[in-house]
């Protein structure tokens, strides 16, 4: 593991997060969008917004997922990211978040909600230190993690990426 990533993960006290990398809750919303009030794809209240650190080591990837709500990436250190954006017309997205304007690399992004995305760490030997916005906040229950076979069926044209960013076969 990169030394800086290991300070980043003691410092912060970041745990494992299922879809990969290390996390930690740094905000969340005392005031809450009551169950009535939100759209009917979510199964409760939720609050207004959350946010969390969030950092890939190297190798470590972010398996492609989805959630209920729309999610910022912001990048703070470390190597640009590559983030993989699946849209249902079948075309993917690649999206380079770092701090290189020159390379045109961009600070932060919105995944738009359920959408499936993925992310990794450009330099193997490096690490990423992002955060991530959510609004209307997070809950576990609005995290979908890939099943490979249902994104091969979905986007068999991107089979190489989806293999390497998804771990649930069935």
């Not at 979510?42 to 080591?57: A, K, Q, W």
């Not at 972010?62 to 729309?70: A, E, L, T």
């Not at 640009?80 to 992004?109: C, F, P, R, T, W």
Request: aromatic content about 10%; charged content about 30%; glycine content about 6%.
């Amino acid at each position: 593991m990169n030394k800086k990533a290991e300070l980043i993960i003691t410092k912060l006290d970041l745990k494992p997060h299922p879809e990969g990398g290390y996390y930690k809750e740094v905000y969340r919303s005392e005031e809450e969008l009551k169950e009535e009030c939100l759209p009917a794809r979510y199964s409760g209240s939720r609050s207004i917004s959350t946010s969390i650190y969030f950092l890939l080591d190297g190798e470590q990837v972010s398996m492609f997922h989805r959630i209920r709500s729309d999610e910022t990436w912001h990048f703070y250190d470390g190597s640009e990211v590559k983030i993989y954006i699946l849209a249902d017309d079948g075309q993917m997205s690649e999206i380079l978040l770092g701090k290189n304007l020159e390379e045109m690399e961009i600070h932060q992004v919105t995944i738009k909600k359920n959408s499936w995305f993925g992310a990794e760490v450009k330099d193997k030997s490096s690490f990423a230190l992002l955060g991530c916005t959510v609004a209307p906040g997070f809950e576990y229950d609005d995290l979908e993690l890939g099943s490979r076979k249902l994104l091969l069926s979905l986007y068999p044209q991107h089979e190489n990426i989806i293999r390497k960013l998804t771990q649930i076969i069935d």
